[in-house]
């Protein structure tokens, strides 16, 4: 119904498809007829219709079962929860596909760049759009990377550091016990650990434990000499950047792929990371 108030016009068509097995799920497909690809059209349905379970609940559980890869770690999908969202995807000419009673909606096909767009971004002006575009871009490449080239440039290529700055890191690791992956690792999977409880809690309570906890913590590990100030800059820093994705699930590969990027650096260097 507010996709049809964003849309009211007669090519806006609506196929529907039942998942025949116990909860009999309804699943419909929305598009613009004269603006969407019919060959996309009809691989979605083909894939929707073969799909053989008891039930669907929410749109998560049918992403996975008509993605290209469902081994991938990137998402192929676009889930929104934002009808004007999903109304400006179905002009562009992608497909909205809703589950019933979920509240979410699917759009497909996908692109990389896709996952760094925002309905908000076209409310501005496009100098303004274009630059937090490129800022998310940014984000991306420190929230993936960042850990692994601190990771690399201590262990291997540590000729890059100017020197003042290479005595101010030298200073700061001098009491600490760990090499740079065992300690990155520890305040990576900290971090996380801490994103997690903060979610799970009570927004009030939560707000509070990830910012007392995170300074609480830091604090305490650089004083007892288990991880030096810059690593909490580069944990701090890396934070901060995956939080910046509009798209949580393309946020949450990122968060992931920055632990193998961590090892290989670890092994190889910088040449591991360009590998990687």
Do not use: C
């Not at 049809?4 to 909860?23: A, F, M």
């Not at 613009?32 to 799909?51: F, H, K, N, T, Y």
């Not at 676009?78 to 909205?96: N, V, W, Y």
């Not at 949580?248 to 090892?263: E, K, V």
Request: glycine share 6%; proline share 6%.
């Amino acid at each position: 119904a507010l996709l049809r108030r964003y849309l009211p016009h007669k090519q806006l068509r609506i196929s529907e498809h039942v998942v025949r097995r116990r909860s009999k799920s309804k699943v419909w497909v929305m598009y613009l007829q004269d603006v969407a690809d019919p060959d996309v059209l009809r691989e979605l349905e083909s894939r929707i219709g073969s799909i053989d379970v008891d039930g669907l609940i929410n749109t998560g559980e049918l992403a996975e079962y008509i993605e290209d890869n469902p081994y991938s770690l990137f998402p192929q999908l676009i889930m929104t929860e934002r009808p004007d969202s999903a109304a400006s995807q179905l002009l562009q000419g992608r497909l909205a596909i809703i589950v019933d009673r979920s509240p979410s909606v699917i759009i497909a096909p996908a692109t990389f760049a896709s996952f760094f767009q925002n309905v908000d971004d076209y409310s501005t002006r496009w100098m303004i759009a274009s630059f937090i575009r490129l800022l998310r871009f940014v984000a991306f490449l420190i929230t993936a990377f960042l850990p692994a080239v601190y990771i690399a440039t201590i262990n291997y290529n540590y000729e890059v550091i100017p020197l003042d700055l290479f005595l101010s890191i030298g200073e700061s690791r001098e009491r600490v016990p760990f090499p740079p992956l065992l300690e990155a690792l520890l305040m990576e999977v900290t971090l996380e650990m801490m994103r997690e409880a903060g979610i799970r809690l009570p927004a009030p309570v939560g707000q509070t434990i990830g910012i007392v906890g995170g300074i609480v913590i830091g604090e305490a590990a650089v004083q007892a000499g288990i991880v030096s100030n810059l690593m909490i800059i580069v944990v701090a820093t890396t934070a901060i950047a995956s939080f910046i994705l509009p798209s949580y699930d393309m946020g949450t590969a990122f968060r992931l792929l920055r632990f193998p990027m961590m090892l290989i650096a670890a092994l190889f260097g910088y040449v591991g990371i360009a590998a990687g």
